[in-house]
T-cell receptor, first 114, second 115 residues
């Protein structure tokens, strides 16, 4: 069966420090991968998605970047964190195609920038 | 562009009562619609989905939703609320009418169950 892993579960980082969040999917190949951010009272915002290795689409101009170095690995990064980067970050995947099977989410990373 | 509106950021019902969470969508193409549930500090779990088959969709945990094109609605219901249903619920529409380039979510409805 397919599983999705995110780590770390929680993270407290000072302003100006770098960030690296990792997401991996098991049990499938060539998934579409997504990064969402959930800020208090603002719902879920799509940040990046990827349909293949090295292919990244950015939805919102911001202080973050994403990379997909391997088929089932998706990394969210920042060179210098801002206070506004705090939030709950969720990785998700779906099989390539129409997304009819639905989107499966990881357990999330709670990031607090101090 | 697709969008979702969830009416009511908080809904409170008594245990055993009907649960009704409202969702209206806007889409320029036939939509795929989803309901997700989120428990505190956890990821999202798919409750049910509409992908242009039957308009009444049954999901997990006794939830169901009805797609009404004329009303552009996809409301979530459960006949009898249970304490374990207390959570955040999100309605979502697929972007670009079914392409796998992500979902657009509503802002969520926090469901409170009164004993």
């Amino acid at each position: 069966s397919q599983t999705i892993h995110q780590w770390p579960a929680t993270l407290v980082q000072p302003v100006g420090s770098p960030l690296s969040l990792e997401c991996t999917v098991e049990g499938t190949s060539n998934p579409n991968l997504y990064w969402y951010r959930q800020a208090a009272g603002r719902g879920l915002q799509l940040l990046f998605y990827s349909v293949g290795i090295g292919q990244i689409s950015s939805e919102v101009p911001q202080n973050l970047s994403a990379s997909r170095p391997q088929d089932r690995q998706f990394i969210l990064s920042s060179k210098k964190l801002l206070l506004s980067d705090s939030g709950f970050y969720l990785c998700a995947w779906t099989s390539t195609g129409t997304g009819l099977d639905g989107y499966t989410f990881g357990s999330g990373t709670r990031l607090t920038v101090v | 562009a697709q969008s979702v509106t969830q009416l009511g950021s908080h809904v409170s019902v008594s245990e055993g009562a009907l649960v009704l969470l409202r969702c209206n969508y806007s889409s320029s193409v036939p939509p795929y619609l989803f309901w997700y549930v989120q428990y505190p500090n956890q990821g999202l779990q798919l409750l049910l989905k509409y992908t242009s088959a039957a308009t009444l969709v049954k999901g997990i945990n006794g939830f169901e939703a009805e797609f009404k094109k004329s009303e552009t609605s996809f409301h979530l219901t459960k006949p009898s609320a249970h304490m374990s249903d207390a959570a955040e619920y999100f309605c979502a529409v697929s972007r670009a009418g079914g392409g796998a380039d992500g979902l657009t979510f509503g802002k969520g409805t926090h469901l409170i169950i009164q004993p």
